[in-house]
């Protein structure tokens, strides 16, 4: 079977400012030395489904860059990951919706003519072995299966539910933030939330979002219009994520999946990397997450002269940090960061090229790319203070965007 990925990564994320500022969501770094679509494209490699398009739309310059420096793969073998910005093949406008972008570049998969068709997001923090979703799809005869996560039945109305048969498998209603959810047939306290990742039959697909192009009142949505029509003809099914198997995995990461939608999401998904045992196993190289790298050098501590001590407990160090005479605890440092004498950074992620100028404290923060703390600043300190200057989370972490001018 000849099988087409296609990842949606042209979102503009508006609830990740600033991060997003200046760049599409999925080009936003992750645990130091990712970008947050190298996870979906790690899984589809791992997979060796090696034929992918990118959809892309805002601010795509730095994913688009990404891509094509980190992406490459084989063509005399037919393999490929190319970004596809927005064509406007059908006129002078933007991707009214996900399957408006499907719509618009059907040309891509009529140059492929595979037959089935992957469509996954490219903002989320998971491991997946996409094979055993697409054998469970082929076997079961469906038009489309829906990948979902179990989540508590108290929280349905932060996601789109799927409601499925007795048998748990064929799709009996696919509904947006319910406020009356039913329960799974095999553990009634639990739902079953989309994790915007499907698989269809290419023909099935390719009639479904013709038919949805001539409904002038769609909103043009997969999970809103697309996946409903599957299920109201009884071609729809779920596939369950607690039974995917990642080779490498342990219990205590098996079935991650978080999505980093929001800042608190996203700071909470990069803290559950730097536990002993983390939350998300980065280090699992059966099932590796790839990504590029600049030519830098290894990370470097120096100085051990009475409280003149650079040192890192609980946290990643990237390539070419310097930790000079400071500390950081339970954080994230990404290439080109230095700490700078009688510094402290506790629970933060800083991004590439961060300066923490000497005796200078952060604490709760998200630091974007090629900001210099000014020596002796306090971040995270004084919520008010804070809040006038830069972006403070419900949580209380403040983020700091790239390039941005901090005051002592």
Known sequence: MKVLAIVLAG?????LMPLTADRAKPAVPFGGIYRLIDFVLSNLANAHYWQIVVLTQYKNHSLDRHISRTWRLSSMLGNYVTPVPAQQRLGPRWFAG?????????????????????????????RMDP?????????????????????????????????????????????????????????????FA??????????????????????????????????????KSGGAEVYDFANNVVPGSTERDRGYWRDVGTLDAYYEANMDLISVQPVFNLYNDRWPIYTGNDPLPPAKFVHNEGDRVGHALESLVSPGVIVSGGTALRSILSPGVVLHSHSHVEDSVLMGSVKIGRGAIVRRAIIDK????????????????????????????????????VDR
């Open 131 to 191: 094979r055993q979703m697409v054998d469970q799809h082929i076997d079961s005869g469906a038009d489309v299966t829906v990948a979902a996560i179990r989540q508590p039945l108290e929280l349905a109305d932060q996601f789109g539910v799927i409601e499925a048969d007795p048998s748990g498998r064929r799709i009996v209603a696919f509904r947006e933030k319910p406020k009356d959810a039913v329960g799974l047939p095999d553990a009634p306290d639990q739902i």
């Open 11 to 15: 979102g503009e994320g508006k609830r």
């Open 194 to 231: 989309s994790m915007g990742n499907y698989v269809f039959k290419t023909q099935a697909l390719i009639e479904a979002l013709r038919e949805d192009a001539l409904d002038p009142s769609s909103k043009h949505d997969l999970g809103g219009n697309i996946i409903p029509m599957f299920v």
């Open 98 to 126: 996900s399957a408006d972008a499907l719509f618009q570049n059907l040309n891509l998969i009529y140059d492929e003519m595979p037959d089935h068709v992957i469509v996954f997001g490219a903002d989320h923090i998971y």
């Open 370 to 405: 090629n900001v210099v703390i000014p020596d002796g600043a306090r971040i995270g300190f004084d919520p008010e203070y804070d809040r006038q200057r830069f972006a403070v989370t419900r949580s209380g972490v403040v983020v700091i965007g790239k390039n941005e001018i």
